[in-house]
């Protein structure tokens, strides 16, 4: 059953053509994820969609009902982001819309929440269009994607997951492609030349040729080298309409200058002991001691409001219990961007604590996006996404040793996230990070910490392995609890034969229910 159509939509913003889409087509129980750099217009097309906007040429046709779940904020009032969003989606769901549409549905929100919204949205039965930046969730919940770019969507069957390895066939394919050009270009080439040097030597008189003899072989050499000449032509031609191939971007390694990268590898660099944090009298976790060691990647997660940006400052201040070897230079990253002058441009921002090579510098902010004569807009001007990339540049490329980044990948779309994934996996200094992007975290992290039930519990290892610790301790704990309500019937069961009672028997009925609970039925 057809929910939307579209026939060549063209949107307009001043002189910009932002949208160019000839025909989308979105049918009942499409699982579809929109993806596309910062500013593309993917919110935009998702209005136009909703008849918010009108466009300016082509039509929408929405043949049902129709909802937008607008970009979640974080409440001003007493409610967290995860209880706007919960309201929100509620909200929307109960109005049973056919083809929801979902703009950055996990913005601002923890592990639980996006978790419970991932669940909600899996178990409806509606088609739903997702704009989200988180990867696991586009796994988790889409069967296509859609990736908008230069106003035009290509379309892609399969999860995020299977969108890359595919956008990864495709650069081989062009790797392959434009590496045949070349050498197709190179041959063409050299064989002119050797025709041309033919050519040339055609006309002179062989040795072996008498001068009595040239006049009779002259028309002969000449006419040999007019086909030499035709046939250098020919090939000149097809190398003129050979169709060019361009060159897919290379990703330059990086090599940065680390200050005392040498001196604390592997080293402790940090100690916490019998460190405890209390906030107007409520405990985020009690006393805890551990050590990060040079080089470690750490992530730090937890639901919001458990204390992970204080851990982060504790840190960062040397506060009471806190330890840090001399050796070290910290980088903070957090989101009020407070590092960045607004008056200066991207470059000269960038440059200003830096001692790498402008070389390196514009290496970094091209893997960041800002590339070409983009380095010379003021940052003043720069949308929320783009002062992220710039503030992480201008770490990345300080004289520190060591990352410290609060929510790094707020506001990044999906390919400047991937970027500075990239970034840190090569980066040889130490990282410390706050995050809930599972995906982030897993490509990231060597070690973590979760801040959890007021404790820190350390684990050494990815997240993955951490999370199938407690996949683990979950199962075991549950079949601990199928075992004690099973004990527990039984001695109700007892009793109950031997002295009946309403009050036995209700009891009885509440493990019952609760064994049911356990096994999901």
């Known amino acids: 059953m057809l929910l939307l159509e579209v026939n060549g939509l063209k949107h307009y913003v001043k002189d910009r053509l932002l949208l160019d889409i000839d025909q989308l087509h979105v049918y009942q129980n499409d699982r579809i994820g929109l993806i596309g750099a910062n500013g593309s217009g993917k919110t935009t097309l998702f209005q136009i969609f909703d008849k918010k906007i009108m466009p300016d040429e082509g039509s929408v046709l929405p043949y049902t009902h129709v909802e937008l779940l607008p970009q979640l904020k974080q409440s001003e009032g007493a409610k967290s982001g995860g209880e706007v969003s919960q309201h929100y989606i509620q909200q929307i769901l109960s109005n049973a819309p056919k083809l929801l549409l979902a703009d950055e549905p996990t913005t601002n929100l923890d592990k639980a929440h996006i978790e419970w919204v991932e669940k909600k949205l899996h178990n409806w039965q509606g088609a739903c269009m997702i704009i989200s930046h988180d990867r696991q969730f586009l796994d988790n919940l889409c069967s296509t994607i859609w990736e908008l770019e230069d106003g035009h969507i ?243 490329v300080s004289d520190i040793n060591t990352l410290v980044l609060d929510e790094p990948t707020n506001y990044l779309d999906t390919i400047a996230m991937e970027a500075l994934e990239g970034l840190l996996k090569e980066y040889e200094g130490t990282v410390i990070f706050v995050s809930h992007d599972r995906k982030f975290i897993g490509n990231i992290a060597t070690r973590m910490m979760e801040i959890r039930d007021q404790h820190i519990h350390l684990f050494e290892g990815t997240y993955e392995e951490y999370s199938e610790r407690l996949r683990q301790q979950e199962q075991s704990h549950h079949q601990d609890e199928q075992l004690l309500i099973e004990t527990k019937i039984s001695e109700v069961l007892s009793r109950l034969s031997v002295e009946p009672s309403e009050e036995l028997e209700q009891e009885f009925k509440r493990l019952l229910r609760k064994k049911r609970e356990l096994e999901g039925i």
């Open 154 to 396: 290509t379309q892609y069957k399969g999860n995020y997951s299977a969108y890359r390895k595919q956008k990864e066939m495709e650069t081989n394919q062009q790797q392959q492609a434009y590496e045949q050009y070349k050498k197709e270009q190179a041959r063409l080439k050299e064989a002119i030349q050797l025709k041309e040097e033919k050519a040339q030597r055609a006309v002179k008189k062989p040795k072996s040729v008498s001068h009595s003899e040239v006049g009779i072989t002259k028309p002969y050499y000449a006419k040999k080298q007019k086909k030499l000449v035709k046939s250098a032509k020919s090939m000149e031609t097809r190398l003129e309409n050979l169709q060019a191939v361009q060159k897919p971007k290379d990703i330059q390694p990086l090599k940065m200058d680390i200050p005392n990268s040498e001196s604390i590898r592997n080293r402790v660099i940090i100690r916490v002991e019998n460190v405890a944090c209390e906030i107007r009298s409520r405990v985020l976790w009690n006393r805890i001691s551990f050590q990060i060691h040079g080089g470690d990647k750490v992530a730090i997660i937890g639901s919001n409001g458990s204390g992970k940006t204080t851990l982060l400052k504790k840190i960062i201040h040397q506060e009471a219990g806190v330890r840090v070897s001399p050796a070290i230079r910290i980088g903070y990253f957090s989101q009020n961007l407070s590092i960045l002058d607004v008056e200066k441009t991207i470059l000269e921002n960038v440059k200003a604590t830096s001692k790498q090579s402008e070389v390196l510098i514009r290496i970094i902010l091209a893997r960041m996006q800002l590339v070409n004569e983009d380095v010379h807009k003021l940052v003043g001007v720069l949308s929320g996404g783009e002062r992220v990339k710039v503030a992480l540049a201008k770490l990345f």
